[in-house]
C-alpha cells in the first residue's frame, strides 16, 4: 500500500496524515462504530478509499472522507451516510457519484436555512438511477424530484420526540416532526411511481385550531395511483384522525403498516381487528392486508359473501411470537386472543401450564 500516516499521541501531539491509495480491494465497506474517529478520519479513509466500492454504510463525516478523495466511485452503488452536519460537504460527494441506486441519509444536526430551499446544492442532472431514497424530510425536494425513486423511506425532521410531549408542544409536534402538505405533494413528483412508502411519523389529517382539520396531506396521498405498501408511524390517540371513516386516504394502496407505539408492548388481538374494521378498511379499501406489529398481519378472506379479516403469522415468526406471549406471562400481564389465533400457537400440553392459560385469558374454559 502507498499509505502513510502517523497516529497522534499525547507527547508529541502529532497531526494525522494520510494519502489516498487505489490499491485497497474493497468492494463492501461498513464502518459501524465511528464514535471517537473524530481525529482518523484522514487515515480511515486512506485506508477504506477504492474505486472498486459498490457499497457503502459509515458514519457522514467517513464517508464523505473516503469518497472526496482522487478517485472517481464510478461503480458506487449503495451508499448509507449516518449523522451528517456538513451539508454542502454531502452535497459535492453525492455530486459525483452519479451511479448511485441506493442512498440513506440521518441527520445529526439542524438544517440550514436557504433562501431557495436547498440544502445540497445538487446539479439537476446528478444522481439519474436513485431508484431507493431514505431520508429527513427537508431533502426530498433536493432528492427525488425528477429521479427514479420508487421506494421512499421519509425521516422526520427536527428534534421534538412525539412520544414525550405535553399539551402545549402539540402543535410543534405537528409542525416539525411531521411532513407538511407541501412535502407529502412532493412526492408525485418521483421521476417513477412511488411503489414502497414509509415515513416515520404522519398525521392524515393535521388539526387546525381555529379551522378545525386541514385535509391537504390526505388529498395528496390519494394522489398516489401506484401506491402498493405504506408504512408509517401514527401518533398516539389520533386513530380517527389518521384514518378516518369519512374518506378513503389511499385507494390503491395493497399492504399498509401501521406501528401504533402504544400497541407495541401489547397484544389485543381485539382491538387490532376493531382498527381494522372500523378504521383502516375504510381509509384505505382497496388494502388486502394490514400489520400493527411486526408479528401478526391481517388478511383480507371472502366467508359466505362477506369480506373477513383473519389474523395470520409467518411460520419463520411463530416461535418470537410464542416467546413474546410467554414473557409477557413472565411479568403477569395478559393478550387478548381472537378466534382462538393465539391459543393455537401452543400445544395442548403447554396449554396445561396455569401461567400460560392466565396470560391467553384461558382460565375459566
Same mark, same amino acid.
Given at each position: 500500500?502507498?499509505?502513510?500516516?502517523?497516529?497522534?499521541?499525547?507527547?508529541?501531539?502529532?497531526?494525522?496524515?494520510?494519502?489516498?491509495?487505489?490499491?485497497?480491494?474493497?468492494?463492501?465497506?461498513?464502518?459501524?462504530?465511528?464514535?471517537?474517529?473524530?481525529?482518523?478520519?484522514?487515515?480511515?479513509?486512506?485506508?477504506?478509499?477504492?474505486?472498486?466500492?459498490?457499497?457503502?454504510?459509515?458514519?457522514?463525516?467517513? +464517508?464523505?472522507?473516503?469518497?472526496?478523495?482522487?478517485?472517481?466511485?464510478?461503480?458506487?452503488?449503495?451508499?448509507?451516510?449516518?449523522?451528517?452536519?456538513?451539508?454542502?460537504?454531502?452535497?459535492?460527494?453525492?455530486?459525483?457519484?452519479?451511479?448511485?441506486?441506493?442512498?440513506?441519509?440521518?441527520?445529526?444536526?439542524?438544517?440550514?436555512?436557504?433562501?431557495?430551499?436547498?440544502?445540497?446544492?445538487?446539479?439537476?442532472?446528478?444522481?439519474?438511477?436513485?431508484?431507493?431514497?431514505?431520508?429527513?424530510? +427537508?431533502?426530498?425536494?433536493?432528492?427525488?424530484?425528477?429521479?427514479?425513486?420508487?421506494?421512499?423511506?421519509?425521516?422526520?425532521?427536527?428534534?421534538?420526540?412525539?412520544?414525550?410531549?405535553?399539551?402545549?408542544?402539540?402543535?410543534?409536534?405537528?409542525?416539525?416532526?411531521?411532513?407538511?402538505?407541501?412535502?407529502?405533494?412532493?412526492?408525485?413528483?418521483?421521476?417513477?411511481?412511488?411503489?414502497?412508502?414509509?415515513?416515520?411519523?404522519?398525521?392524515?389529517?393535521?388539526?387546525?385550531?381555529?379551522?378545525?382539520?386541514?385535509?391537504?396531506?390526505?388529498?395528496?396521498?390519494?394522489?398516489?395511483?401506484?401506491?402498493?405498501?405504506?408504512?408509517?408511524?401514527?401518533?398516539?390517540?389520533?386513530?380517527?384522525?389518521?384514518?378516518?371513516?369519512?374518506?378513503?386516504?389511499?385507494?390503491?394502496?395493497?399492504?399498509?403498516?401501521?406501528?401504533?407505539?402504544?400497541?407495541?408492548?401489547?397484544?389485543?388481538?381485539?382491538?387490532?381487528?376493531?382498527?381494522?374494521?372500523?378504521?383502516?378498511?375504510?381509509?384505505?379499501?382497496?388494502?388486502?392486508?394490514? +400489520?400493527?406489529?411486526?408479528?401478526?398481519?391481517?388478511?383480507?378472506?371472502?366467508?359466505?359473501?362477506?369480506?373477513?379479516?383473519?389474523?395470520?403469522?409467518?411460520?419463520?415468526?411463530?416461535?418470537?411470537?410464542?416467546?413474546?406471549?410467554?414473557?409477557?406471562?413472565?411479568?403477569?400481564?395478559?393478550?387478548?386472543?381472537?378466534?382462538?389465533?393465539?391459543?393455537?400457537?401452543?400445544?395442548?400440553?403447554?396449554?396445561?401450564?396455569?401461567?400460560?392459560?392466565?396470560?391467553?385469558?384461558?382460565?375459566?374454559?
Amino acid at each position: 500500500m502507498n499509505s502513510k500516516f502517523e497516529v497522534p499521541s499525547e507527547q508529541d501531539g502529532l497531526l494525522m496524515q494520510a494519502e489516498y491509495s487505489a490499491a485497497t480491494p474493497w468492494t463492501d465497506l461498513a464502518i459501524d462504530n465511528a464514535e471517537g474517529s473524530a481525529l482518523y478520519v484522514p487515515w480511515i479513509a486512506s485506508l477504506a478509499a477504492s474505486p472498486a466500492l459498490t457499497y457503502l454504510r459509515s458514519y457522514s463525516p467517513i +464517508a464523505q472522507a473516503i469518497l472526496s478523495g482522487p478517485f472517481e466511485f464510478q461503480k458506487l452503488k449503495i451508499l448509507h451516510a449516518r449523522g451528517c452536519h456538513d451539508w454542502l460537504g454531502l452535497g459535492a460527494v453525492l455530486n459525483s457519484t452519479p451511479g448511485v441506486t441506493s442512498l440513506t441519509i440521518s441527520q445529526a444536526a439542524p438544517f440550514p436555512t436557504t433562501a431557495d430551499g436547498r440544502i445540497l446544492r445538487l446539479a439537476s442532472d446528478v444522481l439519474p438511477n436513485l431508484e431507493m431514497l431514505h431520508c429527513p424530510s +427537508a431533502l426530498i425536494g433536493e432528492l427525488l424530484i425528477g429521479r427514479p425513486v420508487h421506494d421512499l423511506h421519509v425521516e422526520r425532521t427536527g428534534t421534538v420526540n412525539p412520544w414525550d410531549v405535553d399539551e402545549e408542544g402539540m402543535q410543534q409536534m405537528y409542525t416539525e416532526h411531521t411532513p407538511d402538505a407541501d412535502v407529502v405533494g412532493l412526492l408525485a413528483c418521483s421521476g417513477a411511481p412511488i411503489r414502497r412508502l414509509h415515513i416515520s411519523a404522519l398525521a392524515f389529517q393535521k388539526p387546525r385550531l381555529e379551522f378545525g382539520y386541514d385535509d391537504t396531506v390526505a388529498d395528496h396521498m390519494e394522489g398516489l395511483k401506484h401506491l402498493e405498501k405504506l408504512s408509517f408511524n401514527p401518533m398516539d390517540d389520533m386513530v380517527d384522525v389518521l384514518a378516518p371513516s369519512s374518506r378513503p386516504i389511499n385507494s390503491h394502496v395493497k399492504t399498509v403498516c401501521a406501528r401504533l407505539s402504544k400497541t407495541s408492548g401489547e397484544l389485543d388481538l381485539q382491538k387490532e381487528h376493531m382498527l381494522v374494521t372500523q378504521y383502516f378498511a375504510l381509509a384505505y379499501p382497496r388494502a388486502t392486508k394490514f +400489520a400493527f406489529t411486526s408479528h401478526i398481519k391481517w388478511h383480507l378472506h371472502e366467508q359466505r359473501g362477506e369480506p373477513t379479516w383473519i389474523p395470520a403469522v409467518k411460520s419463520s415468526l411463530k416461535d418470537v411470537l410464542r416467546v413474546r406471549i410467554m414473557r409477557l406471562g413472565e411479568k403477569g400481564e395478559t393478550v387478548t386472543d381472537i378466534r382462538g389465533f393465539l391459543k393455537g400457537l401452543f400445544t395442548e400440553e403447554e396449554l396445561t401450564s396455569p401461567q400460560l392459560r392466565h396470560t391467553l385469558g384461558l382460565e375459566e374454559e
